[in-house]
């Protein structure tokens, strides 16, 4: 079975300037998450879909980033214009389930380092 | 709110010594889960274990061992006989399934352990 994939892996860019990643999660999988991870601390939670709507966004800086899951598969974050803080990991992980009470555990992808100059 | 803290930023052992990095959580809910992953130079989070609120019992998986102690909100995970392989990142985290954001991981700050030859 296929991991969860995301790509770019790494990724440079210019303050002011807007960056796209994407994660395809493992295959059949309703529940997706994003997540930044600064250097030195813990994954924090940006985003949760199940299937193709919102679950959780509270922690997502919505003056500059975006995420969507349009199909209820893949999807995409966006950030625009960046700035100097949000160069950090971004990590995406999948579960089986989209319910409450689930009992799945998340399974990461590789991650895409960022860094912004 | 539910919280994790790891107060060990860095351990550092010798090959084949025993090494214990320690996790509390805090947590409202009397439902929730633990894990323990490890975070290779690679970046890739990889899972090494979950335990639920009601499984008090200290698991084994060859040199790794866990020990849940609810009177003390903490889940430590000990190393045997370490080895080079394994030094890493590692991060404990907590989740709440029938939470808002259900399912959401909340990251420790994560150890650093660095094992030498």
């Known amino acids: 079975e296929a991991g969860v994939a995301q790509s770019p892996r790494y990724k440079i860019i210019e303050k002011r300037q807007s960056v796209a990643f994407w994660c395809n999660p493992i295959?059949?999988?309703?529940?997706l998450y994003w997540y930044q991870q600064i250097l030195g601390q813990g994954p924090k939670l940006l985003i949760q879909?199940?299937?193709?709507?919102?679950?959780?966004d509270s922690q997502l800086p919505k003056d500059r980033f975006s995420a969507e899951r349009l199909k209820g598969v893949d999807s995409t974050l966006k950030i625009q214009p960046a700035k100097l803080e949000d160069s950090a990991v971004y990590l995406c992980?999948?579960?089986?389930?989209?319910?409450?009470?689930?009992?799945?555990?998340?399974?990461f992808g590789p991650g895409t380092r960022l860094t912004v100059l | 709110a539910q919280k994790v803290t790891q107060a060990q930023t860095e351990i550092s052992v010798v090959e084949k010594e025993d090494v214990t990095l320690d996790c509390v959580y805090e947590?409202?809910?009397?439902?929730?889960?633990l894990f323990w992953y490890k975070q290779p130079p690679s970046g890739e989070l990889v899972f090494l274990i979950r335990?639920?609120?009601?499984?008090?019992q200290n698991e084994i998986s060859g040199r790794y061992s866990w020990n849940f102690q609810k009177s003390t909100s903490s889940f430590n995970f000990t190393i045997t006989a370490s080895q080079v392989v394994d030094s890493a990142v590692y991060f404990c985290?907590?989740?709440?399934?029938?939470?808002?954001?259900?399912?959401?991981?909340?990251f420790g700050q994560g150890t650093i352990l660095t094992v030498h030859p």
């Open positions: 295959s059949g999988h309703a529940t």
């Open positions: 947590t409202r809910d009397t439902t929730y889960y």
């Open positions: 992980a999948s579960t089986p389930s989209g319910r409450a009470g689930s009992t799945d555990t998340q399974y």
């Open positions: 879909f199940q299937n193709n709507g919102v679950v959780d």
């Open positions: 985290a907590l989740s709440e399934p029938f939470g808002t954001s259900y399912g959401k991981l909340t």
């Open positions: 335990r639920n609120s009601f499984d008090e």
